[in-house]
């Protein structure tokens, strides 16, 4: 077990507002925390007492987290906010390192910058005392859009450090719903669409032939899975961190429909990262996802990746309707009769295949690459996938059967 320093209690009496202020910055920091908890807290630390700060730190964990994956948010928001030396440089250093030009002196923890944002609260950090006053640019943006609806349409490739963590925050909101799926059971029902012929027949044999009352039936629906297969190579890496936030969301979130999301990277090789991201702290299961994927920002062979996937999962993930989001720009130099056969196979293996490709923001764009020409052929829908406005419009492709994206106008420059 860990040693913990002596606590260093403030001497002006303002323990229980020192602890109110605490439970703040866990809420902000996401922690489901109300009031009620926050007197538990107060009356919790006086009965235990505080003259060790174990002592202290497990009193104030017991009443402020109930999940395990909120131990490491919770870890980290107690040793910035009781006084770790250096806490506010640090915290600074966390959320503005460009601005700031600071190193960090380690590496950064899972929900270590969620607990510093809640703690900062928006404020800014100091003028350096060797900075000197400079020229101030002063930019009228009365007639430009909102900084949310231009964070919408923003390239992630394109983004500063504050935009990417505010896109982070928007993504985290996101969902993906989907229409359950109609089966060929059926069960009872009260509507009258359906007669069900074996169960009025069934019932009337009780009363000697006599029927009294239709029996009706209604199909049996059923959620579909989800499976992401995303490019994690040197020219998607900006792109693919911010799907993967996306992704995250998507497959924490419940009640949108899905029964399984599952999530593959692939660069060089292919890695399940499914179990990664059921982790409910976002920074943790991409820090996760990240140590397995060894193959991050390096070469990409799409089609190998392709093959592994339907040869060692696609029975296991595609049954019973599957969407499959297939996130990459399709620049692969490997064979490309292999990427259009496997691109091919795995189609076929799941309801509907949709491709999304950051190069389709570009205005010009035209499918010239080796790999794009094998892919398109074999794909439902084409659409774009580097923009929070783009990830956003993926519910129209998904639950739409015809919806097509520029897959046919760009299929016809191919065959021209």
Excluded at 3 to 29: C, M, Q, S, V, W
Excluded at 210 to 218: G, M, Q, R, W, Y
Excluded at 342 to 357: D, G, K, P
Aim: hydrophobic share 45%.
């Amino acid at each position: 077990m860990a040693t913990y320093a002596p606590l260093d209690i403030p001497e002006d009496g303002k323990l229980a507002h020192n602890i109110a202020h605490f439970a703040r910055a866990l809420r902000k920091a996401g922690l489901p925390i109300g009031p009620g908890r926050t007197l538990d807290a107060v009356k919790a630390v006086a009965a235990a007492g505080f003259d060790q700060r174990e002592d202290f730190y497990f009193t104030l964990q017991a009443i402020f987290v109930s999940r395990p994956e909120e131990r490491a948010l919770f870890a980290q928001v107690f040793r910035l906010f009781w006084r770790d030396p250096r806490y506010l440089d640090h915290m600074m250093s966390l959320m503005l390192p460009q601005i700031q030009g600071v190193q960090e002196d380690r590496v950064a923890q899972a929900a270590e910058k969620r607990a510093a944002e809640a703690l900062l609260d928006g404020q800014l950090p100091p003028r350096p005392k060797d900075d000197q006053e400079g020229d101030q640019i002063e930019i009228d943006a009365s007639a430009t859009m909102s900084a949310e609806e231009r964070l919408k349409t923003l390239d992630f490739e394109q983004m500063s450090a504050a935009e990417i963590a505010e896109a982070r925050r928007m993504l985290a909101k996101l969902s993906l719903p989907v229409q359950p799926l109609k089966t060929r059971r059926s069960a009872p029902s009260s509507l009258t669409a359906r007669i069900d012929a074996r169960r009025t027949l069934r019932e009337a044999m009780r009363t000697g032939g006599e029927i009294a009352n239709l029996a009706h039936k209604a199909p049996v629906t059923r959620w579909p899975n989800l499976v992401v297969l995303c490019d994690i190579s040197g020219s998607m890496a900006d792109y693919s961190r911010m799907v993967l936030h996306f992704v995250h969301a998507v497959a924490n979130r419940k009640g949108q429909g899905w029964a399984r999301v599952h999530a593959f990277t692939f660069g060089t090789r292919l890695t399940n990262i499914t179990r990664h991201l059921r982790a409910r702290d976002v920074d943790a299961a991409l820090r996760a996802a990240g140590s397995e994927a060894q193959d991050w920002s390096g070469g990409t062979r799409i089609g190998q990746s392709l093959h592994a996937f339907n040869r060692d999962w696609s029975r296991r993930v595609l049954g019973q309707g599957a969407v499959v989001l297939l996130i990459t720009d399709g620049l692969d130099r490997d064979d490309t009769a292999l990427l259009a056969k496997e691109t091919e196979r795995l189609h076929l293996s799941c309801r509907r295949l949709i491709w999304l490709n950051p190069l389709l923001r570009w205005t010009g764009f035209a499918p010239k690459a080796a790999g794009i020409r094998a892919i398109l052929p074999h794909v439902d829908s084409f659409r774009a996938g580097h923009s929070i406005a783009s990830l956003e419009a993926l519910g129209q492709a998904i639950s739409e059967k015809g919806d097509r994206g520029e897959r046919d106008r760009l299929l016809a420059l191919v065959r021209s």
